[in-house]
Each structure stands twice: as C-alpha cells, then as structure tokens.
C-alpha cells in the first residue's frame, strides 16, 4: 500500500519513456508492452520523472486542474499502483532530491479527466502480422510506368 | 478533397495491394481527390520524402521504431507526422490497417482532426479488448471497411461497438490486359502464384501434385514467387520424386501476371492463414481459370465452391489433390466453373464499384463528421 510521503522513480532499467506534446509514451522493454497516458496522466509521469512525493505530485495537479486535493490523491493513487503492476515504476528508496520549486497555481484551473494508463498488448501480435521478406535487394530507382508500380518484391497479396 | 491515405507498403513495392493502392490513387484523383500516402521504407533504403506520379508520399520508419522498440524514432517519427498533417490538412484520412502504424495516426489525432476510415485488409489477432491497439483503433475510426465479409465479422466479434459503422468494401481490380487464352491440357499445368512462405500452403500444391500425377503423369506445377520456403519446396519435390514436374518461374511482375494466367488449367491457393481475400483468386478468375482454394478467411467468398471453382479443407493435401484431378479429368467442368468465375469478377469485383464505394463513403464521412479543428 502506497503512503501519500511515497515516491516512484521510473524503471529505467526496464523501461523506455518520454514525454511529447503532454502525453507520455512510455515501453516496457522486456514484454514489449506499449502505453501511454494523456493530458493529466502526462504531467503525472513528468513528475515522476523529477522524483517527487505522491503528495507533492497530488497537490500540483490540485493546483493545475479543476478537481479537488483528495480526488486528486486518489485517482493518482489508483495510476500509481498500475504503474507498479505494470512494472513501469518502482518505489523510490533513494534519497529524497531537493524540494521541488512549488508551482505558481495558474489563473484557471484546466478542466480535470481522471488520469489513465492505455495499454497496448497486441502490439508484439500486431508487428508479427505480416512480417517483412527477408532477403529483399535494393531495386534501382526509377520512375513509375503509366499503367502500373515498378519495382520490389511484394510483401503480401491481400 | 485531400484524402491522407495510410498504407504500409506502396510504389516501388509492387504486391497486390501495392498495385491496388496505387491504381486507386491515379483513379481516385480524376474523381477530384488530392492524396497524400504515408507508408514505410519496407525493407529497401528509400528516401524520406518522394512523389508517385503527382502524388506525395511520405515514408515513415513506424514499425522500425515499434519493432526496436526506440523512443527516439518513435518522437522524431511522430513530430514530422504531425508537421505533415499540419500543412497537409486532410479533410480524411484512411488507414489500410495491417500493421501498429495506426497507433502513430491515433497518437497525432489531433493535429489536424479529420474523419478517419479504417479498413482492414488482414487477419486480425484474435484480440480487441480495451486494453489492446486493435480494439481502440477500431473504436476510434468513424467508419470501418473490410475487404471480406470473414475479415468483417472476425472485427465486428473482437469490437461489437463498430457493428452500425462498418460494412465489406470487396477488392476490386481494373479488366485483364491480355486476352484469355484456353485452358491448356497439353501438358495440364496447374499454378501456385504468390509469396513462398510456409502461410500460402504451397507444400500442400508439391503433395496434391504428387497425387495427381500418378493419375495423370502429364500434370505440371507451376509455382510463381519467391521467398523463403523455396528451397523447402524444391526438397520436397525432388523428394516426392516429381522434381520435373515441378518448375519455379521465380518472382513475376505484375504486368506479366494475367499472360502466366493464361498458361494455367486452374490455379490453386492452398492457404493455411486467414487470407483476408486472396487478390490471387480474384486475377485468376479475371483470367477465366477456376481456382482450388482453402476454406480460410475470405477466400470462400471469392471462390465460391462448385460455382467458379472448388473448395476444401485446410491442411488437407489429399482433398486438394482430389479437387485437381476433377478439374484436370472434367475439362469442360472446370471452363464452366472458369467462365463463370469470369462473369463474377466482372460484375462484383469490377475497380469501378471498387471506386464508387470508396467514392460514396469518403463524401458520407467527409460531410457528416463533423470535426472541429484546432482554433
């Protein structure tokens, strides 16, 4: 059970991650297994990212969206311990890093959406569909003929 | 009315579906259409960005970045896709969905909003929960097309939300260039056509060939494609001891197909996979051949048993080499089945309904998804 001093670090041996345009797309490199989580969810793994207390991360997202502090903590709460089932993040034992500069509240608050983790399980099933041929050479660059393609081997045939 | 269209594989690729995509396009713009292709490099060093005719394609590394499983490309890769729908600004974009790329269109959804059409031109994994790719792309598509009724309600069971927006859009193709010859019976010369890989059953051909032969010693196998399971199969036959009777044409270009065709008393496509239509029978009864295919996916629909050829069991080699030999003994049997299956093509598989039903859907979703763009 997480407490509310806790805090997750990425699994880095593990996983690869990144952040882009708000949404976090994040790969568990041992299963291949694809996720990603958006708007709420993106800010949520920045600041996981930085190392910050799951109390620390409730009250900035508090702060930045329309929902209330202990809504907040819950549903992070809920993310928090999917993460670690996923094996995307581990509890961090390690020395807490030095406190955080504290977020300015904005103005207005953004409209709040739970945050949530998307997984993609097929994606290892998907890239075996129709893998490619292998042995294909380089076929020389030429322009197309007016009735059809010219060029390399076909890699299905619908 | 710019359409983004989304395929894997495109020019110089010349597979079946390579081909299609790329008469579509030329055929689609005279209907006033503007394309865009986004697709991948495939296993050949091309370049980034490229034009078909007058048609801009855009090659991604998506599946490399999927498969390798590298953050970095995955970024770069979707920075330019977001860049190319930002100026590109499509008023559609439609995804042949065979492959994750999708996940890349999904992920950049809202750089320029659009109505999107999935259609599916593969066997889907047997998965579609809300927590898999398949599943929410096919509940993020406003509409879903598939290019055989199997292929349909194999989606429709994985994702029953899709039901009142999805409907079959068969494959269609342009009328043969060449004219049809007979069938030749001196020698009777049946034809395997396609990728040589383990999927297309073309050992279960080799076997069925065997059997044939002790009955009719005359019988030949012609087996066109390349690909990795050749040698297997060249094994094979010198070990059935019908290596003579057996001849590899190697690959084969598509213009040359329909003439190869005609060299053919039937063609047979003994597929062990879900053939999702099985372009191959298709070109084959454009050729007047009737066609011995397995009861997987939707070929059943496109050789439809006892009426333009016959259907069996997959796996089954003794069943396959029984459906030869009927055609090869009932020659008139198997020109009845052949013409017939001639008529059809003609009618239901024609590119100009192939078209029109692109052509209705593609106003139907530009003009009623209503998609606010970003302000």
């Given at each position: 059970?997480?407490?509310?001093r806790?805090?997750?670090?990425v699994?880095e041996?593990?996983?690869?991650?990144?952040?882009?345009?708000?949404?976090?797309?994040?790969?568990?490199?041992?299963?291949?297994?694809?996720?990603?989580m958006?708007?709420?969810?993106?800010?949520?793994?920045?600041?996981?990212?930085?190392?910050?207390s799951?109390?620390?991360?409730?009250?900035?997202?508090?702060?930045?969206y329309?929902?209330?502090?202990?809504?907040?903590?819950a549903?992070?709460?809920?993310?928090?311990?999917?993460?670690?089932?996923?094996?995307?993040?581990?509890?961090?034992?390690?020395?807490?890093?030095?406190?955080?500069?504290?977020?300015?509240?904005?103005?207005?608050?953004?409209?709040?959406e739970?945050?949530?983790l998307?997984?993609?399980r097929?994606?290892?099933?998907?890239?075996?569909?129709?893998?490619?041929?292998?042995?294909?050479?380089?076929?020389?660059w030429?322009?197309?003929?007016?009735?059809?393609?010219?060029?390399?081997?076909?890699?299905?045939?619908? | 009315?710019?359409?983004?269209?989304?395929?894997?594989?495109?020019?110089?690729?010349?597979?079946?579906?390579?081909?299609?995509?790329?008469?579509?396009?030329?055929l689609?713009?005279?209907?006033?259409?503007?394309f865009?292709?986004?697709?991948?490099?495939?296993?050949l060093?091309?370049?980034?960005?490229?034009?078909?005719?007058?048609?801009?394609?855009?090659?991604?590394?998506?599946?490399?970045?999927?498969?390798?499983?590298?953050?970095?490309?995955?970024?770069?890769?979707?920075?330019?896709?977001?860049?190319?729908?930002?100026?590109?600004?499509p008023?559609?974009?439609?995804?042949?969905?065979?492959d994750?790329?999708?996940?890349?269109h999904?992920q950049?959804a809202?750089?320029?909003?659009?109505?999107?059409l999935v259609?599916?031109?593969?066997?889907?994994?047997?998965?579609?929960?809300?927590?898999?790719?398949?599943?929410?792309?096919?509940?993020s598509?406003?509409?879903?097309?598939?290019?055989?009724?199997?292929?349909?309600?194999?989606?429709r069971?994985?994702v029953?939300?899709?039901?009142?927006?999805?409907?079959?859009?068969?494959?269609?193709?342009?009328?043969?260039?060449?004219?049809?010859?007979?069938?030749?019976?001196?020698?009777?010369?049946?034809?395997?056509?396609?990728?040589?890989?383990?999927?297309?059953?073309?050992?279960?051909?080799?076997?069925?060939?065997?059997a044939?032969?002790?009955?009719?010693p005359?019988?030949?196998?012609?087996?066109?494609?390349?690909?990795p399971?050749?040698?297997?199969?060249?094994?094979?036959?010198?070990?059935?001891?019908?290596?003579?009777?057996?001849r590899?044409?190697?690959?084969?270009?598509?213009?040359?197909?329909?003439?190869?065709i005609?060299?053919?008393?039937?063609?047979?496509?003994?597929?062990?996979?879900e053939?999702?239509?099985?372009?191959?029978?298709?070109?084959?009864?454009?050729?007047?051949?009737?066609?011995?295919a397995?009861?997987?996916?939707?070929?059943?629909?496109?050789?439809?048993?006892?009426?333009?050829?016959?259907?069996?069991?997959?796996?089954?080699?003794?069943?396959?080499?029984?459906?030869?030999?009927?055609?090869?003994?009932?020659?008139?049997?198997?020109?009845?089945?052949?013409?017939?299956?001639?008529?059809r093509?003609?009618?239901a598989?024609?590119?100009e309904?192939?078209?029109?039903?692109h052509?209705?859907?593609?106003?139907?979703?530009?003009?009623?998804?209503?998609?606010?763009?970003?302000?």
């Amino acid at each position: 059970m997480l407490a509310p001093r806790d805090r997750l670090r990425v699994n880095e041996e593990d996983v690869a991650a990144k952040v882009m345009d708000g949404e976090a797309i994040i790969i568990n490199l041992t299963n291949g297994l694809y996720y990603s989580m958006d708007n709420v969810g993106g800010v949520i793994w920045s600041l996981i990212e930085e190392r910050r207390s799951l109390e620390d991360i409730a009250a900035s997202i508090a702060g930045l969206y329309d929902v209330s502090p202990a809504q907040a903590q819950a549903d992070l709460c809920r993310l928090a311990q999917e993460l670690l089932e996923e094996k995307l993040v581990l509890v961090d034992e390690g020395a807490a890093p030095a406190p955080a500069s504290v977020d300015a509240a904005p103005r207005d608050r953004r409209p709040y959406e739970a945050p949530r983790l998307q997984t993609y399980r097929d994606m290892a099933d998907l890239l075996a569909l129709d893998p490619p041929m292998p042995g294909l050479k380089d076929v020389p660059w030429r322009e197309p003929p007016p009735t059809s393609a010219g060029g390399a081997d076909k890699p299905e045939d619908g | 009315m710019r359409v983004l269209f989304w395929t894997e594989l495109f020019w110089p690729y010349v597979g079946g579906v390579e081909v299609l995509s790329a008469q579509f396009i030329r055929l689609m713009r005279e209907r006033r259409y503007e394309f865009a292709v986004v697709t991948s490099h495939g296993s050949l060093k091309l370049p980034d960005e490229d034009r078909y005719e007058d048609t801009p394609v855009h090659r991604f590394p998506f599946l490399k970045a999927l498969s390798e499983k590298d953050i970095g490309q995955i970024a770069a890769a979707r920075r330019r896709l977001v860049r190319l729908k930002e100026a590109f600004a499509p008023d559609l974009v439609h995804v042949q969905f065979t492959d994750p790329s999708i996940l890349f269109h999904m992920q950049t959804a809202d750089a320029h909003p659009a109505p999107c059409l999935v259609s599916i031109r593969v066997g889907l994994p047997d998965r579609g929960g809300p927590d898999t790719l398949v599943g929410r792309a096919l509940r993020s598509a406003d509409w879903v097309t598939a290019n055989s009724a199997a292929m349909l309600a194999h989606a429709r069971r994985l994702v029953p939300e899709i039901t009142s927006r999805s409907c079959v859009i068969y494959n269609g193709l342009p009328g043969p260039s060449v004219a049809l010859a007979p069938l030749p019976t001196d020698p009777p010369v049946v034809l395997c056509l396609g990728r040589i890989v383990r999927d297309k059953g073309f050992d279960l051909a080799v076997e069925a060939l065997a059997a044939v032969a002790r009955r009719i010693p005359a019988a030949r196998l012609l087996i066109a494609g390349d690909g990795p399971e050749r040698p297997a199969l060249e094994r094979q036959a010198q070990e059935l001891g019908i290596a003579d009777a057996v001849r590899f044409a190697g690959w084969v270009s598509p213009e040359a197909v329909p003439a190869l065709i005609n060299e053919a008393a039937l063609v047979v496509m003994p597929s062990r996979w879900e053939e999702a239509f099985g372009l191959v029978a298709l070109q084959a009864a454009q050729m007047g051949r009737p066609v011995v295919a397995t009861r997987v996916g939707g070929l059943p629909e496109v050789v439809l048993h006892g009426e333009t050829g016959l259907v069996v069991g997959k796996e089954d080699g003794a069943a396959l080499a029984e459906a030869i030999l009927f055609l090869l003994e009932h020659p008139d049997e198997a020109a009845r089945l052949g013409e017939a299956a001639r008529r059809r093509a003609a009618d239901a598989f024609s590119m100009e309904r192939y078209l029109d039903q692109h052509d209705a859907l593609y106003r139907r979703l530009i003009k009623e998804v209503a998609h606010v763009g970003p302000a």
